[in-house]
């Protein structure tokens, strides 16, 4: 038999739900329902963040939990405890001891899939007992990931948007025309470990470069950086602390006295001339430096804003990165935690363009500035238009808590059971559910663009084929609708699980989830969809069949008012 990996989350099994969910399979159970062939879909009706467009992530989570549900008899024994339960039939405590999802198939988009509002993430065939029972384990392995690697994208996009609309001049720092990397670092504000396990983990898939959390770099092989916070620097408040380190010399070898090597820069010993500034700079905050450079010479990068960013972090940061220089080491730059992050980080590419070409000393050219603070894409935004040379965004608090919307809110509906399709009808139409069993196609135009997402009955139509007129229609208004002759047509949902056997498709690995994302993304890029204000929404529509089977079942069963 092949084995499986567990989910990641030891809380992750069948008791993690809610209670309705099992009281909800005891009255199935208990009517000799349970058995009866059901499909569940799992989908959003509205994409996050004021957007256009959602990253579906959280499969690999659900596929270890369908390998792995199974009720211990611990589980069987607290159920039987509770209030709510122990006046159920014994038999049914038997059934669940026994349950598993052999007879469950799961069809989804594969991890890392642009998806819109509507089109199932997930559907769930199988025993309705089952499929119940799944709904609210399924929802928390998806919201929340999928919420993530979205925020994470459009944060990705907000910073290369500066990227693509930069003006290109030579008198702007070397620093203003590399690509802006983003890196996670929220697992201090994250909600719980397994909420900053699952930012980096979704972070990464949504394209952020890095992490700063090392339990997410060990397990998951995501890159991770680092460098110190302010409290190092406010550890040393003398230079006659580091009067005794030494680093070895790459060049010519043996130790070389670090503090006697930067005061000769700092004093004007070696005919650097680096000028009067640089000697009024913070002694303990120079110390600092000077200890951190003794530990780490091949990635000196320091936090420059403990004290005064221009006139003493850059500055210390900078008299040590020259001595290393000498050594044969290459500094990598500064981090800015605080104040105008747009107009300091311009400063500091300033200053090194300067040394680069006083000093002779290319490596300035290339250094990091590696920006912090409650950065948002709000700020990403205003950072882009105020113009900037940050080469790297580190993103904590704003990422891991998607503080500009909480939630996505997936829903799990019920929309066929022993082959016959089910309506939930609502006063809201955004809420309307569309019935029976369905596929999902994207339909692609001429240029290889997407034009729309079309789902079908899974009975009665036949797939749209390359080169033919379907007529594709908006489920909710009956003059919104369009006669497509796609160039090419893709079959959205693979089957990831099935009954534990070997399903057809794999969720792959994270860095095959993040390729995806990059594909998808660069096939709608010009198309309005991506867009920060006003993006243009991504159609969603049904074939001329499924709407009118909606439109007959919602007339046959919503009830008629009575006029007295």
Known sequence: MTSYETPTNNLVGPLLT??????????????????????????????P???????????????????????????????????????????????????????????????????????????????????????????????????????????????????????????????????????????????GPDGGFSASKYAFVGLFAATSNVKA??????????????????????????????VANKNSGGQVNLLEKVLEYRDNKNGANLGEDFQKTNDGELAAFIAYACAFPDSFLCLVDTYDTVKSGLLNFCMVSLVLGDLGYTPKGIRLDSGDLAALSMACAHKFAELA?????????????????DINEKTLVKLNQQGHAITLYGIGTNLVTCQAQPALGCVYKLVELNGKPRLKLSQEIAKVLIPGRKRAYRLFGKKEAPLLDLMVDADK???????????????FQAMDRVMVTPSRVTLLHGVYFDGGKEALESVGSLQENRNLVKEQLGGVAGMGILDYEEPKQYPVMVSDNLYNFLHTMWQEQLPVPELS
């Open 217 to 246: 770099g060990k397990e998951l092989g995501i890159p991770i950086v680092g460098t110190h916070a302010h409290a190092f620097v406010q550890s040393y408040l003398s230079l006659d602390e580091v009067q005794e380190l030494t």
């Open 357 to 373: 070409k006083s000093q002779n000393r290319p490596f300035f050219h290339d250094l990091d500035i590696v920006a912090s603070n």
């Open 18 to 47: 809610d209670l309705y969910q099992i009281t909800m399979t005891y009255a199935h159970w208990k009517n000799k329902r349970h058995e009866e062939h059901s499909v569940f879909e799992l989908f959003f009706r509205k994409n």
């Open 461 to 475: 139509d036949d797939p749209p084929e390359a080169g033919k007129p379907v007529l594709c229609r908006n489920p």
């Open 49 to 191: 963040f004021k957007g256009s467009f959602t990253l579906f992530c959280g499969l690999d989570e659900v596929v270890k939990h369908l390998h792995a549900f199974k009720f211990s008899q611990e589980d069987i024994d607290y159920l039987k405890s509770t209030p709510s339960l122990q006046h159920c039939d014994p038999g049914f405590f038997d059934y669940l001891l026994q349950l598993d999802c052999s007879k469950t198939q799961i069809q989804a988009l594969p991890q890392g899939s642009l998806a819109f509002p509507r089109v199932p993430l997930v559907i769930v065939s199988g025993p309705l007992g089952v499929g119940q029972l799944l709904e609210t384990t399924l929802l928390t392995l998806i919201n929340y990931p999928s919420l993530l690697a979205t925020n994470a994208a459009r944060m990705v996009l907000r910073a290369h948007d500066h990227d693509n609309h930069r003006p290109q001049s030579a008198d702007l720092p070397r620093q203003c025309q590399k690509q802006i990397l983003c890196a996670e670092f929220g697992l201090r504000r994250a909600q």
